[in-house]
């Protein structure tokens, strides 16, 4: 029978509860939940309960005897701090909580709070050590502290992926060349990129939280206005394939848009995104494709009809010399006839008519047909009178060739006195009055520069950009193919040609050759 005493009322002081009852505190000692084990004050085991066998999976009787800081159930390094709870004891003192890991028969371990109190029992003094198990707290603390780590590392993980997409976004959203931007449902913008600003001239903060109608024109406005309203209230893509309109410069350019609406989680529609692109390099591309293909066709045939009317021409032209041979033989009645009918008359304009279609035909082959250059180097100023002695240059126009005696080109022969035959051809009917035609020379840089400049009538500055257009001519029986064909053969020698000219003073058109050969 175990005598119960009430130790509320009378100690207050555990280590004296301990005292009050051997039976009673055997009791609780053996069927202590926690492991309780009593020490003498060298630290052997004199006693443990069962909890501590549970505990410890050791019989008690396997240590009792022994030094517990000996038998190995301590972790190796953990044997330091019980030395010092132990000395600590000796001194009277309780100690505790402290954690201890504890090695279990089973290879396993246990980890324990220890609380350890000086008592005397029968006048010995002892120590008496209350060991909770937090094995599983502790595996649980881990988990969670692991758990947590990988949490927090799995969100540092996940905000550094986002912040770097939406970098990578923001970076593509920049630089794209196409016009980017996003407004709200009062049309303003919330977003636009670099190109957008640079196509309107203003900087971000200028452009942001404001409408289309406080950056641009009121027609432009309320042309793209229009289109929005519509993505608003039919909640559809809009798409326009082209759109002429001019940027901060000045400049037309031709724009391709789409735009969609953005809806939130109930589908409503909150902003419009935009994307335009320019497309007027693709516009101007096609239209020189088209121009190709037509020039193309247009080299076909005039290679077919050159081919077929130069024969025809050649006997044309045979047949008015035999005609015109005819005329010198005939007696001088016969010859006072014909006369008398303009018969000789008639021949030569035949004849210049006969030249005028071989033109046609050359320029049109010229324009058109592939060719192989065949560079020599030629002495300019001499390769210069040889074309002039070749044409009929008017008495009233005056032949002023100040090339230097040293400069040499290299170049191939035909084609270039192509390109200067047409450009003095073109000087001549430009001064139907007379005037002066110079020829100079010189080298800069790394080019070869020859000037052919005319006192006549000049060239209006609108038709500037037009004359090496083929086709483009503002005489009447002109062509419009000699400077087309001249820059053809320039290019071809990676050559320059230009143009300077003032209306009523004259012009002047200048070759560039690169000095050190093609
Ligand atoms: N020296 C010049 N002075 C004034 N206008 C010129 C001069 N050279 C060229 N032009 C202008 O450039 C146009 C195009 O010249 P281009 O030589 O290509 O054709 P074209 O002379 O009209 O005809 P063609 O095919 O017979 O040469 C001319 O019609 C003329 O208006
Ligand atoms: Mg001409």
């Not at 020859?450 to 500037?464: C, H, Q, Y």
């Amino acid at each position: 029978m175990v005598e119960r005493v009430n130790v509320e009322d009378t100690i207050k002081d555990p280590v004296e509860k301990f005292r009050i009852s051997y039976e009673y505190m055997k009791f609780i000692f053996d069927y202590a939940p926690d492991a309780y084990y009593l020490l003498d004050s060298e630290g052997t085991l004199i006693d443990a309960n069962m909890a501590a066998e549970r505990l410890t999976g050791y019989k008690k009787e396997e240590f009792i005897g022994r030094k517990i800081v000996e038998v190995g159930i301590l972790a190796q390094d953990h044997i330091p701090k019980a030395l010092k709870l132990l000395a600590k004891n000796a001194l009277g003192e309780p100690s505790g909580p402290d954690e201890f890991i504890l090695n279990r028969k089973d290879g396993k371990e246990a980890i324990v709070e220890i609380v350890t109190y000086p008592v005397e029992i029968k006048g010995k003094k002892l120590i008496l050590g209350i060991a909770h198990d937090i094995t599983e707290r502790k595996n649980m603390e881990r988990k969670i502290k692991e758990y947590s780590e990988n949490l927090e590392k799995l969100v540092k993980q996940r905000t550094e992926d986002l912040e770097k997409t939406t970098k990578f976004l923001e970076m593509i959203i920049e630089n794209v060349p196409d016009l980017m931007y996003i407004k709200d449902r009062d049309l303003r913008y919330v977003l636009v990129n670099e190109s957008f600003c640079k196509f309107f001239g203003l900087p971000k903060d200028k452009i942001l939280g404001r409408t289309l109608y406080d950056i641009a024109s009121k027609d432009l406005a309320d042309y793209f206005t229009k289109q929005d309203m519509d993505v608003l209230k039919t909640k559809k893509i809009f798409y326009m394939p082209e759109a002429t309109l001019r940027d901060a410069s000045g400049t037309k350019r031709v724009l391709c848009t789409t735009k969609a609406p953005l809806r939130d989680e109930e589908g409503n529609v909150t902003h419009i995104i935009g994307v335009t692109r320019d497309i007027t390099e693709n516009k101007r591309m096609e239209e020189e494709l088209l121009k190709a293909e037509r020039l193309a066709a247009i080299g076909e045939t005039a290679a077919m009809v050159g081919h077929d009317l130069r024969n025809p021409l050649q006997v044309l032209m045979n047949l008015v010399y035999l005609a015109e041979e005819v005329l010198k033989n005939s007696s001088r009645e016969c010859l006072d006839l014909l006369e008398k009918h303009g018969l000789s008359d008639l021949c030569s304009r035949i004849r210049d008519q006969i030249g005028y279609m071989d033109k046609i035909v050359s320029d049109l082959q010229d324009y058109t047909r592939p060719f192989k250059l065949s560079i020599e180097e030629i002495k300019l100023k001499e390769f210069l009178n040889s074309i002039v002695e070749n044409l009929t240059i008017p008495d009233n126009v005056k032949i002023l060739n100040e090339v230097g005696e040293d400069m040499y080109i290299s170049v191939d022969r035909l084609l270039m006195t192509r390109v200067f035959v047409n450009i003095i051809t073109n000087a001549i009917q430009a001064m139907p009055n007379g005037g002066n035609l110079t020829f100079r020379a010189y080298e800069r840089d790394c080019w070869k520069c020859v000037s052919i400049s005319d006192t006549g009538i000049g060239i209006p500055k609108e038709n500037l950009s037009k004359i090496f257009t083929p086709t483009f001519t503002t005489k009447a029986k002109g062509q419009g193919f000699g400077l087309a064909v001249s820059k053809r053969f320039v290019e071809a020698h990676n050559g320059k040609i230009t143009v300077e000219s003032n209306l009523g003073e004259g012009t002047k058109f200048i070759i560039c050759i690169p000095s050190r050969g093609v």
